[in-house]
């Protein structure tokens, strides 16, 4: 568990929000399957959602204008002290904008932004808002990685653009690295593997972690959702790929609720 009331280092992933077209078929659904709350930030902020648990927020929740023509999509975001200066670095690595630095009321400051290797990722300078206020139990952000199908030039990315260093776990069957920032492993890298279908972009993927991976597969699919991949053991936790029933992808991983690590 690691519950956190300050603002996130920088290079952390800090938060993730899922847009959507129907907040309220996402609310169905992660209201069941994590049980989280929601706080509808009203019209002022384009009536966001704050999802959390135990009064600790996890995650957000936004809805797509009918006019605009974007991939529903869980987004990482990467913590950052200037967001304006990270962008820069971003286009200086050979990285593009999606969203430029935007003020978002007295929350903070963000950015979206796309790696060379195509992988779309947003940016968070902490004001009144840090991000998630709790991680690493079930119901909350576990894990984030990177999955592309140019390795190098995305691992020479972060590295400039974050300082992050990497331990490479690779070996026959798929190339994988943790990334490190200031000697803290804070999240993944990895190669796509080649059966994964040309039409799945480059993306940042978020990782919940839950009690029991197979009942909360179970779950997903009577909520409407689907599996991707089956749940399979790693010895990281029991895994299983699947998607909401607005066709979003995420991954479950199983964890423990015994605190680890309390946030400064």
Do not use: K
């Not at 006019?67 to 967001?83: H, M, N, R």
């Not at 040309?198 to 597969?217: K, N």
Request: glycine share 10%; net charge negative; charged share 20%.
């Amino acid at each position: 568990m690691t519950v956190r009331d300050t603002a996130w280092p920088d290079g952390t992933p800090c938060w993730a929000d899922l847009m959507v077209p129907d907040p309220r078929m996402a609310m169905d659904f992660y209201g069941a399957l994590f049980g989280w709350d929601f706080t509808d930030l009203g019209d002022e902020a384009g009536n966001y959602l704050m999802c959390s648990v135990d009064g600790r927020t996890v995650a957000g929740i936004g809805g797509i204008p009918p006019e605009q023509d974007v991939p529903a999509v869980w987004t990482t975001y990467l913590a950052t002290s200037d967001v304006d200066r990270t962008t820069g670095a971003v286009t200086e690595a050979g990285g593009s904008l999606i969203v430029p630095p935007m003020d978002v009321m007295t929350a903070g400051r963000m950015a979206v932004a796309s790696d060379p290797a195509g992988a779309a990722f947003g940016l968070w300078q902490a004001r009144d808002t840090i991000g998630a206020r709790l991680t690493n139990v079930p119901s909350a952000m576990l894990w984030n990685e990177c999955m592309v199908r140019d390795f190098e030039t995305a691992r020479e990315f972060y590295a400039a653009v974050f300082g992050y260093e990497f331990d490479d776990m690779s070996d026959d069957q798929y190339t994988y690295a943790t990334m490190l920032r200031d000697g803290r492993v804070v999240g993944g890298l990895g190669l796509l593997p080649p059966e994964v279908p040309a039409d799945v972009p480059p993306h940042w993927m978020t990782y919940f972690g839950v009690a029991d991976t197979d009942s909360a597969v179970d779950q997903v699919s009577r909520l409407g959702g689907s599996t991707i991949s089956d749940p399979s053991d790693t010895p990281y936790g029991r895994y299983c790929m699947v998607a909401d029933n607005q066709g979003v992808s995420f991954a479950l991983l199983s964890v423990t609720a015994e605190p680890e690590l309390a946030g400064a």
